[in-house]
Structures are given as structure tokens and as C-alpha cells.
């Protein structure tokens, strides 16, 4: 099974600040990863897919890179709304895997 | 617009057998697939499973043995069924439309 490391597991961000979540591969998923956000209680959103692609809906403000094995998720300006928990998923081959969470708080 | 729903007991007992039922409105299972994944009290995602539109299933290799994902596209209905459960099988049960689109989740207490 493909492992996804997602790092920092847990960060804190004041308000404005540019945030960055990695996710690392066990090895090549060829971009085919997705990222989700989930605020306490409710069911992950989906933000970004095939590592780059803006879901409908979701602010301008996040934005997904990355190739290979090394991915990235962007929050350029933090703004209260954004925290929750933050999830890497790997669609390359099966299973798939999820990575195990960054926490983003508001400081 | 696209809904999905599951539903099921809240409650198993150890050693019992899971049956859920994730109903879907606003798309065809024939040309959209369905996944279940499952979230313990506090803790990370777990990709379950997947039943693809033409009717194939793949599982996470830890479940494979315990796990059945199955459809009836006339009912626009996926289920999950697990057996030999365990209380670390207490978890909030979600299906997706693959990728994008989630249900509300159901919890679901394993205890005697």
C-alpha cells in the first residue's frame, strides 16, 4: 500500500499568514492526489484535485503543487473560516490512502 | 443535486455484522462510483472501499477479509456490510461520491 506522510501534524497561523501543509508519497502517485479540509463535526470538503486543480466553490486563496512523490497544499492568507483538519489523499492505486491529518488553528 | 445519505444501526455488538446503506440522489451508480470511508472518535480518514460504476470492488488490504461493498443501481443504493466487528470498528461511517461529494456520516458504537 502507497503511505502518505502529511506534515506538520498540527500548526498555528495568525491571521493573514501564508500557511503550508506537505503530504509525501511512499512513492510516484503522478499528481493523482486530492486534498480536504474538516471543520469539527461535519464531513470533509473537498478543496483541491489531481494535486492542483481548484474545486468549484473553494476561495482562490488555497492552492495545491506538487509531482511525483512531494505535494503541497497553500493557504495564502489565513482567515478564521479556514481552521479544521486538513487531509492529503492518494488516488493513485489501491487502496487508496489518506494521509493523517494537519490540524490548523488560528493563533 | 447530488445528496448521498447513510444509514444504519448505531449500535453492533462485538463479534456481530455491520450492514449500512448509503443512498445517493442527483447521479447514476452505472456512470459514478462510491466509496466508504470511516473516521474513529478523534482520530484520521480510513479509505474503506470503493464499488466502481461498472460494478468492481476494491477494499483496503487491512479489510479485505472482513469487508463486501455491493449496489442496486435501481434503488440508487450502496452497501456496506463488515463482519466480526470490534470495538475498534466504533467509528463515524461516511460514503462518497468517490472524490468530491460526501454524506453527513453515520456513527456507529460498537458495544456489548
Known amino acids: 500500500d502507497i503511505q502518505m506522510t502529511q506534515s506538520p501534524p498540527s500548526l498555528s497561523a495568525s491571521l493573514g499568514e501564508t500557511v503550508s501543509i506537505e503530504c509525501r508519497a511512499s512513492?510516484?502517485?503522478?499528481?493523482?492526489l486530492a486534498w480536504y479540509q474538516q471543520k469539527s463535526g461535519k464531513s470533509p470538503q473537498l478543496l483541491i484535485y489531481?494535486?492542483?486543480s481548484l474545486q468549484d466553490g473553494v476561495p482562490s486563496r488555497f492552492s495545491g503543487s506538487g509531482s511525483g512523490t512531494q505535494y503541497s497544499l497553500k493557504i495564502s492568507g489565513m482567515q478564521p473560516e479556514d481552521e479544521g483538519v486538513y487531509y492529503c489523499?492518494?488516488?493513485?492505486?489501491?487502496?487508496?490512502?489518506f494521509g493523517g491529518g494537519t490540524k490548523l488553528e488560528l493563533k | 443535486q447530488v445528496q448521498l445519505k447513510e444509514s444504519g444501526p448505531g449500535l453492533v455488538q462485538p463479534s456481530q455484522t455491520l450492514s449500512l446503506t448509503c443512498t445517493v440522489s442527483?447521479?447514476?451508480?452505472?456512470?459514478?462510483?462510491v466509496s466508504w470511508v470511516r473516521q474513529p472518535p478523534g482520530k484520521g480518514l480510513e479509505w474503506m472501499g470503493a464499488?466502481?460504476?461498472?460494478?468492481?470492488?476494491d477494499y483496503n488490504s487491512a479489510l479485505k477479509s472482513r469487508l463486501s461493498i455491493s449496489r442496486d443501481t435501481s434503488k440508487s443504493q450502496v452497501f456496506l456490510k463488515m463482519n466480526s466487528l470490534q470495538t475498534e470498528d466504533t467509528a463515524i461511517y461516511f460514503c462518497t461520491r468517490l472524490v468530491d461529494y460526501w454524506g453527513q456520516g453515520v456513527m456507529v458504537t460498537v458495544s456489548s
Open positions: 464499488i466502481w460504476s461498472g460494478g468492481s470492488t
Open positions: 489531481y494535486a492542483s
Open positions: 489523499l492518494q488516488g493513485s492505486k489501491y487502496p487508496w490512502t
Open positions: 512513492e510516484d502517485i503522478y499528481s493523482n
Open positions: 442527483g447521479f447514476s451508480l452505472t456512470s459514478n462510483s
